[in-house]
């Protein structure tokens, strides 16, 4: 795993948007895209990029994280809303190469299976963006997760809950379910790029990083994996050794 700590978020944007870069100019790649504050930086860096320096996404493909159960796809804070606005929109990808899960599946285990068989299709995630919960989930797979586990409903913990109510005003208009790619599921993917900012992740990195594997970490899952970047400002790696 290699750690990459930098001063200022503008620094954390720019060197996650190096390695979405890397995998864009590569020829066709597929991106996997989390939502929560702690990418968008990047899609900003990245938006940028498009706009000014020509970066092209025509020929990419991209799959996204996860997104809550019951919203209505054009709510403001269902994720697949959040991506298309912060991201989607803004670059060349070809919108019906990024797919969503649908929250508002009439059978949801049936549509986390869909996913899972369409990632398969695509022959895979190349590099997938991840943040990570206070509680040290990775997507929603919340503490307990198995770490095989593969794209299915998850309920989310009252402290997600608590920590994500800045994006609706309440607390109570948070869902409590979500659908999720499995820690098994993001495990598959080719590299795997984590990012924090803030003194309030310090402890949860640092427990993800250098912690023991374990479930009550799901995040701690990164350990197994062939090929990591954690990228982080100060603050967030303040308590690794
Ligand atoms: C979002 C996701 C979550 C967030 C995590 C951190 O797609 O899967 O795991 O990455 O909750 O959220 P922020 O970045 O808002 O602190």
Known sequence: MEVVI??????????????VEHYVRGGPTTLGLATGSSPLGTYRELVRRHRHDGLDFSSARAFL???????PKDH?????SVIRSEFVDRVNIDPDRVDYLDGQAEDLAREAARYDAAIAAAGGVDVQLLGIGTNGHLGF??????LTSRTRVKTLTEQTRLDNAR????????PRHVLTQGLGTIGEAGHLVLVAAGEGKADVVAAA???PLTAFCP??????????????DEAAAHHLA
């Open 6 to 19: 930098r001063s200022t978020p503008d620094e954390v944007a720019s060197t996650v948007a190096d390695i």
């Open 65 to 71: 994280l996860d997104e809550y159960v019951g919203l």
């Open 76 to 80: 403001e804070q269902s994720y697949s």
């Open 141 to 146: 797979n919340e503490p307990g997760s198995a």
């Open 167 to 174: 994006f609706f005003g309440r607390v109570d208009d948070v």
């Open 209 to 211: 990083v250098e912690g």
């Open 219 to 232: 995040a701690s899952v990164i350990q197994l994996h062939r090929h990591t970047t954690v990228v982080l």
